[in-house]
């Protein structure tokens, strides 16, 4: 027996509390799945399929009435109801405060049914999972970052990576202004950083299905695109601080930046010797064994400092996968003659836990708020600004002979960093459901238009 902390009375329980989590994440990945080989079948990328099944899973089972999926649909509505109870809230208080004085009752009355406590299991459960995944996804996009790389970025891959980030930024905070000027200047900017993010992996695959992977324009994007990656993470840092301070305060941004700055330049210097004596201190391990224990070790290192920083963990996770090499394992002994790379050895562990986000968040998009003109307006603007400020980025390209329409195309998609941007800003409750359900019809067209686009463009070209 325990207590149910929601109705206050005693939750009776013959089963075991694991089934429920293990259902429902179970549910998520059949999801994922199935929207994954749609998604190949078709020719697009995985992330759209699984966003793809998330919103149809998660709005056709709510208008049938499946509860789990008006839970989940919530975000992270729970845990904020849980830290208002905490502070001495009572439950109805708290569900009013979260969720409004009309969805806030019916929410909580459900909670109090016979599956409620199943409910919040599940809920707790794939939150995790999905932060999880976030964390070794960016980890993964470190891992496939060389900083030599970064030292050898050409003037042109600057440029474009610079204005790839400035352009969308200004462009859409400028939209969200015009069309929710009721909302404050932070969900503005947290719009614009969502614009600002590119997601390579997707132009990366249409240029090598056309054999351009080695053409000029090819190493320009993929140049941008790393500078991009650091730029659009440090932007992140800096709005997810103003958010946190609640200032928009020149001295209090100056802080932000500084802190981000400062935690970037730490990292670098001294990350290299926490790797050193992670290795000291399990060198008893096998090649295997060690591998994935000190990447482990290290990235969540990273990523709990990064948010002792005040920024979010994902920079910390990048910054994992950036420092650490195959290389500082190179003299470990390996008796088996088999070697493992890291980026292999955490393969599972994303394939797993990284759907599990992209479904969450198709999950969480309502398609009763596109009912609303504003949100309506706000997707089609934000649309158009994505297209628009990511072409522009093209105009950094010096060099006539390069398509520099094919270069902007290239940097269109926003994937799944745009998504792991525009989540932050919900959970931290700056973006409202209205705005992220925007900001994904957003990253599901410019996923999917990119492919056709960034062929014709590159077909003109020659």
Same mark, same amino acid.
């Given at each position: 027996?325990?207590?149910?902390?929601?109705?206050?009375?005693?939750?009776?329980?013959?089963?075991?509390?694991?089934?429920?989590?293990?259902?429902?994440?179970?549910?998520?990945?059949?999801?994922?799945?199935?929207?994954?080989?749609?998604? &190949?079948?078709?020719? =697009?990328?995985?992330?759209?399929?699984? %966003?793809?099944?998330?919103? %149809?899973?998660?709005?056709?089972?709510?208008?049938? *009435?499946?509860?789990?999926?008006?839970?989940?649909?919530?975000?992270?509505?729970?845990?904020?109801?849980?830290?208002?109870?905490?502070?001495?809230?009572?439950?109805?208080?708290?569900?009013?405060?979260?969720?409004? /004085?009309?969805?806030? /009752?019916?929410?909580?009355?459900?909670? &109090? *049914?016979?599956?409620?406590?199943? +409910?919040? =299991?599940?809920? @707790?459960?794939?939150?995790?999972?999905?932060? +999880?995944?976030?964390?070794?996804?960016?980890?993964?996009?470190?891992?496939?970052?060389?900083?030599?790389?970064?030292?050898?970025?050409?003037?042109?891959?600057?440029?474009?990576?610079?204005?790839?980030?400035?352009?969308?930024?200004?462009?859409?905070?400028?939209?969200?202004?015009?069309?929710?000027?009721?909302?404050?200047?932070?969900?503005?900017?947290?719009?614009?950083?969502?614009?600002?993010?590119?997601? !390579?992996?997707?132009?990366?695959?249409?240029? =090598?299905?056309?054999?351009?992977?080695?053409?000029?324009?090819?190493?320009? !994007?993929?140049?941008?695109?790393?500078?991009?990656?650091?730029?659009? %993470?440090?932007?992140?840092?800096?709005?997810?601080?103003?958010?946190?301070?609640?200032?928009?305060?020149?001295?209090? !941004?100056?802080?932000?930046?500084?802190?981000?700055?400062?935690?970037?330049?730490?990292?670098?210097?001294?990350?290299?010797?926490?790797?050193?004596?992670?290795?000291?201190?399990? &060198?008893?391990?096998?090649?295997?064994?060690? #591998?994935?224990?000190?990447?482990?070790?290290?990235?969540?290192?990273?990523?709990?400092?990064?948010?002792?920083?005040?920024?979010?963990?994902?920079? *910390?996770?990048?910054?994992?996968?950036?420092?650490?090499?195959?290389? @500082?394992?190179?003299?470990?002994?390996?008796?088996?003659?088999?070697?493992?790379? !890291? #980026?292999?050895?955490?393969?599972?562990?994303?394939?797993?836990?990284?759907?599990?986000?992209?479904?969450?968040?198709? $999950?969480?998009?309502?398609?009763?708020?596109?009912?609303?003109? =504003?949100?309506?307006?706000?997707?089609?603007?934000?649309?158009?600004?994505?297209?628009?400020? #990511?072409?522009?980025?093209?105009?950094?390209?010096?060099?006539?002979?390069?398509?520099?329409?094919?270069?902007?195309?290239?940097?269109?998609? &926003?994937?799944?960093? *745009?998504?792991?941007?525009?989540?932050?800003?919900?959970?931290?409750?700056?973006?409202?459901?209205?705005?992220?359900?925007?900001?994904?019809?957003?990253?599901? $067209?410019?996923?999917?238009?990119?492919?056709?686009?960034? #062929?014709?463009?590159?077909?003109?070209?020659?």
């Amino acid at each position: 027996m325990a207590m149910d902390p929601i109705s206050g009375g005693v939750a009776v329980s013959h089963h075991d509390p694991i089934a429920p989590v293990i259902f429902g994440v179970t549910l998520i990945l059949v999801a994922a799945l199935a929207g994954r080989y749609g998604a &190949r079948r078709l020719g =697009q990328a995985s992330v759209l399929g699984e %966003l793809v099944m998330g919103v %149809l899973l998660g709005n056709l089972l709510y208008f049938f *009435g499946y509860d789990l999926m008006a839970v989940l649909r919530e975000g992270t509505a729970l845990m904020d109801m849980a830290d208002l109870t905490l502070a001495g809230a009572s439950w109805e208080a708290a569900a009013v405060s979260v969720m409004g /004085p009309v969805d806030g /009752p019916p929410f909580l009355e459900m909670l &109090r *049914g016979h599956a409620g406590d199943e +409910y919040l =299991q599940v809920a @707790h459960a794939v939150d995790i999972f999905s932060r +999880y995944g976030v964390i070794f996804l960016l980890f993964h996009v470190g891992l496939d970052t060389c900083v030599a790389e970064l030292r050898r970025v050409g003037m042109d891959s600057l440029r474009v990576a610079v204005l790839g980030v400035v352009a969308p930024f200004i462009l859409g905070f400028g939209a969200a202004w015009l069309v929710e000027p009721e909302r404050g200047h932070v969900e503005h900017m947290f719009l614009g950083a969502a614009l600002a993010a590119t997601s !390579i992996g997707i132009t990366a695959r249409v240029l =090598q299905d056309l054999g351009k992977q080695n053409s000029p324009e090819a190493s320009v !994007i993929l140049g941008a695109a790393v500078m991009d990656d650091v730029l659009g %993470l440090v932007l992140l840092a800096v709005v997810s601080g103003i958010v946190v301070s609640d200032s928009l305060h020149l001295p209090e !941004i100056l802080r932000t930046v500084l802190l981000a700055g400062l935690f970037i330049a730490v990292v670098l210097l001294l990350g290299p010797y926490i790797i050193e004596l992670l290795i000291k201190l399990l &060198r008893h391990l096998d090649e295997m064994e060690a #591998k994935i224990f000190i990447s482990f070790i290290f990235v969540m290192i990273l990523a709990w400092l990064a948010n002792l920083m005040g920024l979010a963990t994902i920079v *910390g996770a990048f910054a994992a996968g950036l420092l650490i090499m195959e290389s @500082h394992f190179h003299d470990w002994e390996n008796s088996s003659g088999v070697s493992y790379r !890291i #980026k292999d050895l955490f393969a599972p562990l994303e394939a797993i836990l990284v759907p599990i986000f992209f479904v969450l968040m198709g $999950i969480q998009v309502k398609l009763e708020t596109f009912l609303d003109w =504003q949100v309506l307006a706000l997707a089609v603007l934000l649309t158009v600004v994505a297209v628009v400020g #990511k072409v522009v980025a093209g105009l950094g390209v010096s060099d006539h002979r390069m398509s520099r329409l094919a270069v902007g195309i290239g940097m269109m998609p &926003r994937g799944e960093v *745009g998504l792991v941007f525009a989540s932050i800003g919900k959970n931290l409750g700056v973006i409202s459901a209205g705005t992220f359900s925007a900001i994904v019809l957003m990253v599901m $067209i410019t996923t999917l238009a990119t492919p056709p686009l960034l #062929k014709v463009a590159l077909r003109d070209s020659r």
